[in-house]
């Protein structure tokens, strides 16, 4: 298993500031996920993180809003930039399981309040 | 594209028996997974179907038929402790790693 800590853990921000979301695993893998869960909804995937290459952004999702950096193979980071109240959720993220048939770790997730 | 369809809410009362199915139109998928949230935590994986038939993980078990785009997750001898959200989700086939995931199913156990 993977062992997957966040930073911070929850935080409330004014409307048109930015905050950086930090994700650490415990291991090195190749590719890392940022998800957003809205209050009472599923997870919806923003991209995908490969180290040493430009992350890839699902539909409805842009690199101006959400620049995600990833510098080695255990630490991610997500920000979410000039926020406004609907981007108010949980971000969450999470890897791949090693050997495991098709597991997904998540880390314990950041709660956002955008005021 | 791809969507996944679970009822919002299933009540049932301790050591009674749930099915929480899942329907899905998806051009191509490799298996069908289960996730349990608790509020306020992190998902954790529960089950994975790549092919069709019954897998039994202790008190949950999952099932897939790909003929019927159809899959369930059963929880049995249901405790307090099992009151969550449960997702299905499928790995997309136009990238590994990627996990689409239902809207989920809120699951109330009473006494």
């Known amino acids: 298993s993977a062992v997957i800590s966040q930073k911070p853990s929850r935080d409330i921000c004014q409307r048109g500031t930015s905050l950086t979301i930090q994700c650490q695993v415990d291991?090195?893998?190749?590719?890392m996920f940022w998800y957003r869960q809205q209050p009472g909804q599923s997870l919806t995937l923003i991209a995908t993180?490969?180290?040493?290459?430009?992350?890839?952004?699902e539909s409805g999702f842009v690199i101006d809003k959400f620049p995600i950096s990833r510098p080695n193979l255990t630490f991610s980071t997500l920000t979410v930039s000039n926020m406004s109240p609907e981007d108010s959720s949980i971000y969450l993220c999470?890897?791949?399981?090693?050997?495991?048939?098709?597991?997904?770790?998540f880390g314990p997730g950041t709660r956002l309040t955008v005021l | 594209g791809q969507s996944l369809e679970q009822p919002s809410e299933v009540t049932a009362v301790e050591g009674a028996i749930v099915q929480i199915n899942c329907t899905y139109q998806?051009?191509?998928?490799?298996?069908l997974s289960w996730y349990q949230q608790h509020d306020g935590g992190a998902p954790t994986f529960l089950s994975y179907?790549?092919?069709?038939g019954l897998e039994e993980t202790g008190r949950f078990s999952s099932f897939l038929s790909r003929s019927d785009s159809y899959g369930y997750l059963l929880l049995q001898e249901l405790q307090m402790k099992d009151s969550a959200s449960y997702f299905c989700?499928?790995?997309?086939?136009?990238?590994?790693?990627?996990?689409?995931f239902g809207a989920g199913t809120q699951v109330v156990v009473t006494p």
């Open positions: 999470s890897v791949e399981g090693q050997g495991v048939a098709d597991t997904q770790y």
């Open positions: 291991s090195q893998v190749t590719m």
């Open positions: 993180a490969n180290q040493g290459s430009e992350a890839t952004y």
């Open positions: 998806t051009s191509g998928f490799y298996g």
């Open positions: 179907n790549a092919l069709d």
């Open positions: 989700a499928v790995r997309r086939t136009d990238s590994w790693g990627k996990l689409q």
